[in-house]
């Protein structure tokens, strides 16, 4: 089943599989609900599976003006009211991890437990100069990747974010194929518009703190230095975080290791029910 929902001024594309309990999958940035597609048969054997481009990604419509990642949680929390049953479990990617972070802690009622993979949350790495020198080699990367698409080399701009912030050298390639290449350099601007907002890279995983929410983190063993980094900021930050590693796999593992992430996240959702 598929369709759209009309929600803070966008129209949001979603598709949903399965029967049983609803987890909502938010993918991260430049790409769409497709990078789900390893992992949805797998879990739609036993879930209900709801997936959605997020606002301005593909076949959804973002309005006129900046848009902010509150807009974005604002949004999860509809699709989960509104194709979920108003109560999910709630599993991001990357930037998408961030926006389910900021939706469970906005409405702790709405999350039966959270996943997240990895989320960028470069704002929390101070106090530790390794970390603050990562944050700003990124920072420094994603400056570049701007400039590029703002004088219209949008391919360039998501090769330089992909191979230096995102995935590591040669992921442009050897990860992605020309389809998803494709969809990556077609978001190119709504992700330079993500850029532009000054609160999206600041989301206080802190805030879940108490809320009773069960919180896991994926990571892979193979993933960029500032993912780990990111990783155990999150950790301090949550003390009743679990950490649930990825063999072989980076920072995307349901693209690059799906059998595996499947099965890692099946094992969460049967732990928390």
Partial sequence: ??????????????????????????????????SWSGVVPGLSRSHTVVRYDRRGHSESTAPPGQGTVIEDAEDLLAVVDELAGGRAHLVGHSYGASVVLLAAARRPSAARSVVVHEPPLFASLTGDPAAEALRAEAAGWMRRAAELIEVGDAEGGARTFVEHVGFGRGAWEALFDAEARATIVANAATWLDQ??????????????????????????????????????????????????????????PHLSHPAAYTALLLDRLRATG
């Fill in 1 to 34: 089943m598929s369709g759209r929902l009309r929600v803070g001024g966008a129209e949001l594309a979603w598709e949903r599989a399965g029967s049983g309990d609803p987890v909502v999958l938010v993918h991260g940035s430049w790409d769409d609900r497709r």
């Fill in 195 to 252: 850029h532009r907002d000054p609160n999206r890279l600041a989301v206080d995983p802190a805030a879940l703190a108490g809320t009773g929410v069960p919180v896991a983190v994926t990571t892979g063993t193979d993933t960029l230095p500032i993912y780990r980094a990111v990783v155990a900021a999150l950790a301090g930050a949550l003390p009743d975080l679990t950490v649930l590693p990825v063999e072989g796999a980076g920072h995307a």
